[in-house]
């Protein structure tokens, strides 16, 4: 799907996902988001946990879903592998994807399976050609089965490869224009990527192809040191986002204008009430850009 | 030429600590990695702890949190996932503590993580209705001996040479141990009727006979079955703890 046409990337199916700030939904908080007087702007869940066949789980999203535009974010399906992707996976994600129809559907530009097993984490991959035209004909294969378009998110990197021969943001660039796909900005990932690869966040926000993003995500990390000393962040996801990447955040909304944002805190997860407070900080930041023609702004940040 | 890394160099020093980082894995400026590499085998080990946690949490109660942290990472290193539905993960746990030395003494260790683990197949089972007391009522009596059942997705019976039941049931609720005599048979029942997952024991013989009509067989002959293995087995006891339970669909088997 070279150039993918518009009719796969509007096909979206459920409900359009708002320039709003949304949340990870997490189990504990089912109850306090569906009474709160705050209507958030959109849940966002990890495709792995509804691959069950039935149950509280989905008892659960059914309600959600019922309330909220979704946004379908996979861990599992490996797109950065050297082997081919499971086809089973694909099919399980596309029955979470039919099911309920969310507004949008994302994956990691990262690896966490081979030879059968199964890593649990996000795993780096090369930038180089190899890997590119690989990665590239995984997402056109993704998005060929499922039937729509997908949102591919740049990774947060503790480590590097001598071979890779491609910037990262020349690399996501290059799948997005060859695959269609759209892109998941996570800030935090390229606060934390900039920390630990020692390159200015800002200017790799203006490498990044900003008119491609469809989705920004949001977390926190934590700090921890490398081998001689020096600082490392962690993409802990288990505190609030730091100021720092607030404000690349507002950065990227001045020039981009509203996108749906999401918060997520997946470890040591709070009371409902502070991940809301999050989300309410960055509605009021999308408040403060709204109103502008977003779509002009984004068609230049594009050029 | 660079050194180029292949997935197969880097799991196979994310899975074993005592490998150094692949050549050709670097911090920034040719700054060494090991520290930096250390963070992925922290992420994936810590994951797993985490998930074997949540899978077993009446064991981690059972034998605490640093030691059952300590036994997961034996266990991951000797069974790793294959599949990214973690929720699946830990199959070969009862067998795992059946030889593990150390909790040799908690003989009712391996029962307890086999009934975690029917609990959580029933907790994502898929959602069915359940054959009803009204359902059995509007069966023709001629019929009954003959009436074969489809099980509930979330069905699962539990045959245990401990008390694995009650002490899994009384850790789950934080409740005391001391009444229980761990050397106790106990057979359980997991089933989801609503929209909750629940355990059950059950009466002498009950076992043998829900698992014969879940193996397809007639009610007669499941009955018959449970009368072999206990003489006294009170065949409207096992009937309604079965309604009660939710334990079967419908009528019928399912082809």
Known sequence: MPNAPRSIQSSNGGAAVPPRAGAGLKPAHVEAILSDSYRIGFLEVHAENYMGDGGPPHRALGAIRDNFPLSVHGVGLSIGSEGGLDGTHIARLKKVVDRYEPGLVSEHLAWSTHDNSYYNDLLPVPYDEATLSRVCSHIEHVQEVLGRQILLENPSTYVRYEQSTISETDFIRQIAVRTGCGLLLDINNVFVSATNHHYEPLAYLEDFPLGMVQEIHLAGHAPDVDDEGDLILIDSHDRPVDDRVWGLYETVIARTGPIPTLIEWDTDIPEWPVLRKEAMMADRILDVHAGTDSSSRRRAALG | MQTTVSNREFTAALSDPEKATPEGIRGPDRKKSAKRFDIYRNNVIY??????????????????????????????????????????????????????????????????????????????????SCFSAADLAAAPESQLDDLRLTPHPATRVIRSRSAAVSIFSATRSGASLSEIDPTAPEDGLVTRPGHDVQIRRLPPGAATFLQSLIDGARLADAAEAAGLEYAEFDLPAAIRAMLEAGAFNKRGQET
Not at chain 2, 64 to 83: Q, V, W
Not at chain 2, 113 to 118: F, G, H
């Open chain 2, 47 to 128: 994951g797993l702890i985490e998930a074997l946690g949540d899978i077993f949490p009446a064991v981690e109660r059972l034998v605490g949190e640093n030691f059952f942290r300590d036994m997961a990472r034996l266990y991951i290193r000797a069974n790793p996932p294959d599949s990214p539905l973690l929720f699946r993960y830990g199959k070969a746990m009862p067998d795992f503590l059946a030889t593990f030395e150390p909790v040799a003494h908690l003989s009712y260790l391996p029962d307890i993580a086999r009934i975690e683990l029917a609990w959580l197949d029933a907790f994502h089972a898929a959602d069915r």
